[in-house]
Each structure stands twice: as C-alpha cells, then as structure tokens.
C-alpha cells in the first residue's frame, strides 16, 4: 500500500510516515514507481511509532526506541528504561496536577465559605 492509502486507512498523519522513511527503518517498504509500499510489519511498527508519539514521546525518542526494537531482545532493557521514565514523568505531571486541584478546592471552599458567613450567594 502507499502512503497516501497508509495515512488514510489506517488515519497515520503523513508526518509520521515520513519520519519513518526518513529514519530508514522500513526494511521491507519498497519503491513502486517512486511511491513507498509498505507491508504488514511495517503497519504494526507505525502503530508502535503512533502509540510512542501518543504517550508522549518526542520525535527523536521514538526514532530511539524504533532503532532499539528492531534490534530485538537485547535491546529490551533500555526500551523498558526508556517507557519506566516516560511512566515516571507522567506520574510525577498527575501529582502536580493533583496538587493544584486540592490548592483550587481550597480557594473555592474559602469563597463558598466566606459567602455563607456573610449571606452571599454560593457560587
């Protein structure tokens, strides 16, 4: 299939199946008359590419751990390092978020507070 059948079946953006020839990392993928054609392996690791971006990998990152995943089992503990940290991170953002929604349930219970001792109305 070509690029422009992948990014519409399969909803990839065009960006990514660019970075993904530019990375050289389609084996497989052959020129047909200029256009890439990629197969079934190639699918499953665009969708691999998707996920990264989507968990909130940088382009660089993901083209990291491409490389290390085609390089098979040997490479498992540094992919398995590379998603603990993203993990970590992410983690570490939901604490801060949480932090500052306890802080704003906290200024909010104050003016609902402050409302009720002087008759205002409760927002």
Partial sequence: ?????????????????REYESWGLCG????????WQYDDTDLERLSTIMTLHDIGFT???????MRLLLEGEPSGAQRLRMLEEKRSAALDEIHFKEHQLQR???????IRRSHRRT?????
Avoid: C, F, N, W
């Fill in 119 to 123: 008759g205002g109305i409760e927002a």
């Fill in 1 to 17: 299939m070509t690029i422009q059948e992948a990014s519409e079946r399969y909803q990839i953006p065009m960006h990514i199946l």
């Fill in 59 to 65: 382009t660089e990152e993901v083209e990291v751990y």
């Fill in 104 to 110: 704003l349930d906290y200024l909010r219970h104050e």
């Fill in 28 to 35: 497989a993928v052959k020129k047909v008359m200029g256009d």
